[in-house]
């Protein structure tokens, strides 16, 4: 499956300002350390001194710091400029944004009860000061006087685009709005801040309440001994004497039913997955999806959109909702005919295997391996010994070497927020400090589901005062056992390239504004350079590079990298159906155009026969447990989509590698990492233009789908 990708999705929201002058020390007394200057290595977090009860107050100053900010802005009683209205405005908030960005980044990797519980408190606090900063007339006027009356020509290309973001931010804001309706929009954002804050906690708690214990060996199947271990591990975690525990995390469930030859089992597993938010207990999240889906609409209609994802989208490269669904629907059909021939092939081979019964949901992944074995001779588990965590960590570092020069050392004198943290210091290859990079690899019940990266401090570099990056990558994979180190799957392998292109894309930024640094793009760009990434993973050149057996050393075989590739190209269908079905669920909920409540089964189900879903797949993320989409005031909503939308970039970059003769090209890797290093400075499209002379083709995408 896609990683998720999780780029400070809350903080992204909140946060409107950018680290740049020094921040004034005068906060000693308080003897917190998130308030200090921060004397560590590279002016990383001193997470080895913060504690629980360190965030509220630290959040009270620097939100008072911030107001005062924008009060000087509003105060000022020279005429509005450039520099002194929409640059203050950029640097203002430093405090409020160095807090946030360590809150938010350990409260989705290793949140607790207290955190929890403050970020709901937060949720409303926060949503009303942006409210207050965004609604502003009084700053506005100052805002659309330096847009209507500064002449562009003399302003730098960035801060041309600064100005034109900043000024149509608070025209989407809803600054027009008066009385009755801006008190109703201030009313909006607040519930949807706590609602959407409520959705993910309440995913969070179904993924950690599931468990499945299983008491007979053979219910294991052909399940790896890491992972029969880990299981084991997991049981005496909950309480048993013997037996193996299974959970809803990626690294559990998904061996689980793939291995087991239990269908009884296979389906419960697969059930306690497919219905979560959806078991009308505490955590049930179908009336709160009513209700965000209604406060969109009409937050939208407020602001003069017909729809949720209109006014999402007018700031995106697809610009419309048909555009959207029309590239999806060139898509759609023939991926849905791959799913269905992968279908019959598997139900065949149940029948063969002496199977009686329909072929269901919960056996899809079951036989996938199973014909894949018949028809490739490839066990997917074959490929486990050669993914050791630590050689596919080692094989992103070595391609980004190759590519771009960089090396990295690792740090042990840098605090991390949890011992399984890995720390390194990135350095170009003159020897120059670039950027630090955190990786965070095992799943863990104080950590949200998926992967993804965040941002700890963006890059900047306004007043000559340039800042280095500080970047998180946050996986869920197997935690090594007392016998057998940490092995991945294909699938999980290709997540850690994935995530990196991220990290990459926040450590190359070379911009001066935070607000356009690194993955500060349009949401339909930002998965292309992490996505690209996973062109370079199974090209036989990069595996030989890194995929070397843990036990022996052995480089992997030709003869099974054939053989993986092969079987990788059975059951594209069903990730893509999977997947789109996700996307096409998203634009339909934000597509709604008035505020009738919804019946969140009977709406699913309608949209997905119509489209054409076999019953046999679900959509990737159920409406219940889409965090995408509806666990952050904004996130992914009407931007799930934009995974396949990358696609059709990445294919196509990745084109200009072969194009040049060698997928390590030096020159077009040199403008490859040009183009990210300007990150939301220029148009996504233009960017890309740059990069590749013309805009991208769909055949390589096409091609790489086995469609054309």
């Known amino acids: 499956m896609k990683p998720t990708y999780f780029i400070a999705l809350f903080s992204a929201v909140l946060l409107l300002s950018c680290q740049s002058k020094e921040q004034k020390v005068t906060h000693k007394t308080y003897n917190n350390p998130l308030l200090d200057q921060w004397n560590t290595p590279f002016g990383v977090p001193p997470f080895d001194k913060i504690k629980n009860e360190d965030y509220k107050p630290a959040f009270d100053i620097a939100l008072k710091e911030h107001k005062d900010d924008i009060e000087a802005i509003i105060n000022n009683s020279d005429a509005p400029t450039f520099k002194n209205t929409i640059e203050a405005f950029e640097v203002s908030g430093k405090l409020l944004t160095k807090v946030s960005n360590v809150f938010y980044n350990i409260e989705s990797a290793n949140t607790n009860d207290v955190l929890k519980k403050l970020s709901g408190t937060l949720a409303p606090i926060l949503s009303a000061h942006y409210d207050d900063i965004n609604l502003n007339k009084n700053l506005f006027k100052r805002v659309k006087s330096v847009y209507e009356n500064t002449d562009k020509s003399k302003l730098t290309a960035p801060q041309q685009k600064l100005l034109e973001d900043i000024y149509k931010k608070f025209v989407r804001s809803g600054v027009a709005l008066e009385g009755k309706e801006e008190a109703r929009l201030r009313e909006i954002n607040n519930k949807l801040a706590a609602l959407t804050d409520q959705f993910g906690k309440n995913v969070l708690e179904e993924t950690n309440s599931f468990e499945l214990h299983v008491t007979d060996k053979k219910d294991l199947g052909n399940l790896p001994s890491s992972l029969v271990a880990l299981a084991a591990d997991e049981a005496k975690k909950r309480g048993h004497e013997n037996g193996w525990s299974f959970t809803l995390q990626r690294p559990s469930i998904n061996p689980f039913l793939q291995s087991s030859p239990n269908r009884k089992l296979r389906q419960k597993m697969f059930l306690g997955y497919a219905m979560r938010g959806d078991n009308d207990n505490k955590n049930d999240n179908k009336a709160i999806i009513q209700e965000i889906v209604q406060l969109r609409t009409e937050k939208a209609n407020l602001l003069g959109y017909e729809s949720h994802a209109d006014l999402i989208l007018d700031n995106a490269m697809a610009k419309k909702p048909e555009a959207v669904l029309k590239f999806m629907d060139q898509l759609w059909n023939p991926v849905l005919n791959m799913a269905k021939e992968e279908r019959k092939a598997m139900a065949e081979f149940m029948k063969k295997d002496g199977v009686q019964g329909v072929f269901n949901g919960s056996d899809w992944r079951h036989y996938v391996e199973k014909v894949r074995k018949e028809r490739y001779n490839f066990d997917e588990e074959e490929m486990r010994p050669y993914f050791e965590f630590n050689a596919v960590k080692k094989g992103v570092f070595t391609l980004a070497n190759k590519l771009f020069g960089l090396t990295f050392k690792e740090r042990n004198d840098i605090p991390k927020w949890h011992e399984d943290q890995q720390v390194f210091e990135v350095l170009e290859a003159n020897g120059k400090h670039l950027g630090i990079i955190y990786m965070d690899f095992f799943a863990r019940e104080s950590k949200e589901g998926g992967a993804w990266m965040n941002e700890l401090r963006s890059q900047s570099n306004v007043n000559g005062n340039f800042v280095t990056p500080i970047v998180t990558n946050n996986f869920n994979f197997p935690r090594p056992t007392e016998n057998e180190p940490s092995l991945l799957s294909f699938s999980e392998a290709e997540t850690l390239f994935h995530e990196f292109g ?50 022996t050393g052995e480089v992997i075989p030709n003869a099974l990298i054939k053989k993986m590739n092969d079987a990788n190209s059975f059951n594209q269908g069903f990730a893509n159906v999977e997947y789109m079905a996700a996307a096409y669920l998203d634009m339909y909920w934000h597509t709604l155009k008035d505020i009738e409540k919804r019946d969140v089964h009977k709406f699913e189900a309608k949209k997905m026969k119509e489209l054409g879903l076999i019953k046999e797949i679900l959509p990737r993320y159920r409406s219940t447990y889409f965090n995408h989409i509806f666990s952050n005031p904004v996130g992914y909503s009407s931007g799930y989509y934009s995974y396949k939308w990358s696609e059709v970039l990445d294919a196509d970059a990745f084109q200009a590698f072969k194009d040049a003769g060698s997928i390590f090209d030096q020159e077009t890797a040199k403008k490859y990492r040009n183009m990210l290093s300007q990150g939301g400075s220029k148009d996504g499209m233009e960017l890309y233009k740059e990069f590749r002379g013309a805009e991208p083709s769909i055949d390589p995408l096409l091609e790489k789908l086995g469609i054309k």
């Open 502 to 551: 991220h990290a990459l894309h926040g450590l190359f930024s070379n911009v001066t504004y935070q607000s356009q640094s690194g993955t500060n793009v349009p949401r339909d760009f930002v998965e292309f350079p992490s996505q690209v990434m996973e062109n370079w993973m199974s090209e036989p050149e990069v595996l030989k590079l890194y995929a070397k057996h843990y036990k």
